[in-house]
């Protein structure tokens, strides 16, 4: 499989519009165009591309903007944000296994809720959730459960993917470029769960 092309886009503030410098592979130079809100620089940039090469592309944009500083908070916050939402995902599966653990083991639900700090209607809901993913996978969740999730958790290795697949000297638009579309997969629950192989 052969790598995409990546045209990059950088954007800087111009009264009320973004200047865009759009420039990559079979560009002579560098382009500009402008664009009213940033959700439209990709597709503005396509545009330029196709009409510069007077031909269809099928290619990546990376965005990023002028200001280096400005770049850098972007990443930070974008990082702790996955961060954040890595570790909120991997305390539902934390819970919903322990929730499931601690019923096979005769606890009540209003015993389950004390001990976890939840409400025992929420405990019925998880254990509910767990019965139909058992069901649906036509096998019971073996008991060493929390051990597998603890070492195939799907949100440690989608972090991981991250810090694999960007590296430090890579250019801050490939690195918020994955932050974002890292962001987007989790947000639409468009990943596979490494617990379900």
């Known amino acids: 499989m052969s790598k995409r092309d990546t045209y990059t886009i950088t954007a800087s503030r111009s009264d009320d519009w973004w ?31 196709v009409t510069m090469l007077d031909v269809e592309v099928d290619a990546d944009f990376a965005l990023t903007v002028a200001d280096d500083e400005v770049a850098t908070e972007l990443e930070a916050t974008l990082v702790t ?27 009540v639900h209003r015993d389950i809720g004390y001990l976890l700090g939840m409400s025992h209607q929420a405990v019925g809901k998880l254990l509910n959730e767990a019965e139909k993913g058992a069901a649906a996978s036509a096998g019971d969740a073996p008991p060493e459960m929390l051990d597998q999730l603890c070492m195939t958790s799907d949100t440690e290795a989608l972090f991981k993917s991250y810090l694999l697949e960007v590296a430090a000297s890579d250019p801050t638009e490939r690195k918020l470029n994955r932050l974002r579309a890292l962001g987007e997969k989790l947000r639409h629950g468009k ?7």
């Not at 990943?191 to 192989?197: K, Q």
């Open 19 to 49: 200047a865009l410098t759009v420039s990559g592979p079979g560009l002579k130079r560098s382009y500009h165009t402008q664009v009213k809100r940033l959700e439209q620089a990709e597709d503005m940039a396509r545009d330029l591309v």
């Open 81 to 107: 944000r996955l961060a954040a939402t890595l570790v909120k995902q991997k305390a539902a599966e934390a819970t919903q296994a322990t929730v499931a653990d601690l019923a096979r083991r005769g606890y």
């Open 191 to 197: 990943r596979r769960r490494l617990t379900d192989a």
